[in-house]
Every structure is written in structure tokens, then in C-alpha cells.
């Protein structure tokens, strides 16, 4: 499956952005999907994940609250709807596939990566 992300910007602390990552080339319902973010001289690290459905979603602690993950499984689309964005956020994002029906965290269970989006948030 091929992933594009898209969505990102600059915006001010306390604002909003919504990022959408398109899939092509695969059956979108077939997979789990996951935001990642990596800051510069970070490692990259897990934001958000979300099963083949929508029923299961997970978030790391540094986001949960303020994050919301969701997809539309007939437009082929994964969401990360970010509010109450901190300068803390800014990073590049990243959406990722992973292959099955069973929710996962870890960068190593996804196998197919988007480019990545800049989101800046300034202070």
C-alpha cells in the first residue's frame, strides 16, 4: 500500500490541525494504521494507532486528550485531528500500515511508511 500525508503547517500553541494520509494500491480496510512523529535529534516515536475498523484506538500519553485518530475506510483515508497543539508537537508526522487486523506501537510491526508532514507549532 502506498501513503501519502498530507495537512500539515505552521500554527500557534492552543491551535488546531487535522493531517490525512491517502492509501492507494492496497485494501485500505485490510490494514492497521499509525501515526508517527520524529522530531529533529529525535528518534522517531509513536503517536497514535487505530484498528482495520476504527474500534480499537491507541495514543501515546503525551498526546492522549488532544489527539484524535480516526479513518474512513470507503475514501481509503487515516485522520489525526490534533488540537491544543504545544510547541512540543512540532515534528515532522508520519502515517504507517501494518499489515493484518490486530492494533500494534512499535515502528518495527509497520511495513509501509508515507512520506511525512511538518507540523510546527509555535510558541
Known amino acids: 500500500v502506498q501513503l501519502q500525508a498530507s495537512g500539515g503547517g505552521l500554527v500557534q500553541a492552543g491551535g488546531s490541525l487535522r493531517l490525512s494520509c491517502a492509501a492507494s494500491?492496497?485494501?485500505?480496510?485490510?490494514?492497521?494504521m499509525g501515526w508517527f512523529r520524529q522530531a529533529p535529534g529525535k528518534e522517531r516515536e509513536f503517536v497514535a494507532a487505530?484498528?482495520?475498523?476504527?474500534?480499537?484506538?491507541y495514543y501515546s500519553d503525551s498526546v492522549k486528550g488532544r489527539f484524535t485518530i480516526s479513518r474512513d475506510n470507503a475514501k481509503n483515508t487515516l485522520y489525526l485531528q490534533m488540537n491544543s497543539l504545544k510547541p512540543e508537537d512540532t515534528a515532522v508526522y508520519y502515517c504507517?500500515?501494518?499489515?493484518?487486523?490486530?492494533?500494534?506501537?512499535?515502528?518495527?510491526?509497520?511495513?509501509?511508511w508515507g512520506q511525512g508532514t511538518q507540523v510546527t507549532v509555535s510558541s
Open positions: 504507517a500500515a501494518k499489515g493484518g487486523r490486530f492494533a500494534a506501537t512499535r515502528e518495527a510491526d509497520f511495513g509501509s
Open positions: 494500491g492496497g485494501t485500505f480496510s485490510n490494514y492497521v
Open positions: 487505530i484498528n482495520w475498523n476504527g474500534g480499537s484506538k
